[in-house]
């Protein structure tokens, strides 16, 4: 990891309204893509609206990339069925990691990243300092499918030795 800005460490804490692709459920859970990197989160049996609170870390060496999420049903005997997709530009969380927000008092907004054609968001975001550090909660409504929504959180981990951000 020679060239490591540092991690992004996403909370994924649930999907809502999630399309069924069993008799009556699915059984959820997602998978998330940065460049080479695939990470995922476990999966939550007969729920349209699972609560994973997993936790996964990706390393960030190429900020241009976007953060692809995908949904899945797992099933035993056969491929499992895709729920829905979206992507995670990420461009606005690492603007606001740039800027010096020492003397910013804890909850105060950076930004705010509003819905649109170029992303994925279901709602406003909003880019917080909150306890010495950069986060992001964020609502992203799936496509590609009839319905359902993921709801996580990005957060900056500064990596002793890495090159960060200020080197873009």
Known sequence: MEHLLGLLRIHVHRGVNLAIRDLRSSDPYVVIRMGKHKLKTRVIKKNLNPEWNDELTLSIADPSL?????????????????????????????????????????????????PGRDNCLAEESCIVWSDGKVVQDMVLRLCNVERGEVELQLQWIDVPGSRGLQED
Not at 72 to 88: H, R, S, T, V
């Open 66 to 114: 976007s953060i692809k999420l995908m949904v899945y049903d797992k099933d035993k005997f056969k491929l499992d069925d895709k729920m829905g997709d979206a992507e995670i530009h990420i461009g606005p969380f690492l603007d606001a990691l740039r800027m010096r927000l020492d003397d910013v008092q804890s909850g105060t907004v950076i930004t705010r990243v509003k």
